[in-house]
């Protein structure tokens, strides 16, 4: 099995998750933030939640499949001259 290495034009489902767990914390500050403002939820409360909610996204993200990974392209090796047979 080869390393696994993000590739940000991958259409596979792991390549794809791992730039959700930034948008999926806005959006749960700011449904507990609003929970907040009709008296539904307690401040004490919220950062447990958030703290799931990024726990949860890394879960997904790390057991997604990699099911059509597409690796990115290595740069090549640098090639090394031999100065040591060049003819004078």
């Known amino acids: 099995m080869s390393i696994y290495i993000r590739n940000r ?5 792991r390549c794809r998750a791992r730039g959700l ?3 999926v ?3 749960t500050l700011g449904a507990l933030f609003l929970m907040e403002n009709f008296q ?5 409360k919220t950062w447990p939640v958030i703290l799931i909610v990024i726990g949860l996204s890394i879960f ?3 057991n997604a499949s990699t099911e ?5 392209f290595a740069q090549a090796p640098a090639i090394q001259q ?7």
């Open 9 to 13: 034009y991958c259409p596979c489902h």
């Open 21 to 23: 767990t930034g948008p």
């Open 25 to 27: 914390v806005l959006i």
């Open 40 to 44: 539904v939820l307690d401040s004490e």
């Open 60 to 62: 997904a993200r790390r």
């Open 68 to 72: 059509g990974h597409i690796q990115p």
């Open 82 to 88: 031999d100065n040591s047979q060049v003819n004078p």
